[in-house]
Nanobody, 125 residues
Framework: QVQLIESGGGLVQVGGSLRLTCVASDPLSSHDMGWFRQAPGKEREFVTVVTWIGGAVKYSDSVKGRFTISRDNARSTVYLQMDSLQPDDTAMYYC???????????????????WGQGIRVTVSS
């Protein structure tokens, strides 16, 4: 089973930046890759995704303009650049992947079959 391994989380002050990295343990082609997050007491929510077919990108409204997703297919790696971080961004961040069947963007966690263990991001005010 392919594993997704996240890194780059930590503690940052309001307005600061972090870059999350997710690496697949084995070459991972033909997969959409995305990021979700879960704050304490809340459900897991969609953050962003980049599709395998066509490279379509979608962001949640809450992060649009502040976060940037990118992927390096040769390295089976996806990145999440997070700028202008706010306290509401505090959460566990999860990398996720799903087999790509088309270029339709899927934002439901249930659509993704591969998950990382999560990495904590804390934004202090």
């Amino acid at each position: 089973q392919v594993q997704l391994i996240e890194s780059g989380g930590g503690l940052v002050q309001v307005g600061g930046s972090l870059r999350l990295t997710c690496v697949a343990s084995d070459p991972l082609s033909s997969h959409d890759m995305g990021w979700f997050r879960q704050a304490p007491g809340k459900e897991r929510e969609f953050v962003t995704v980049v599709t395998w077919i066509g490279g379509a990108v979608k962001y949640s409204d809450s992060v649009k303009g502040r976060f940037t997703i990118s992927r390096d297919n040769a390295r089976s790696t996806v990145y999440l650049q997070m700028d202008s971080l706010q306290p509401d961004d505090t959460a566990m961040y999860y990398c996720a992947a799903r087999t790509a069947y088309n270029n339709v963007v899927m934002t439901s966690p249930g659509a993704y079959s591969l998950w990382g263990q999560g990495i904590r991001v804390t934004v202090s005010s």
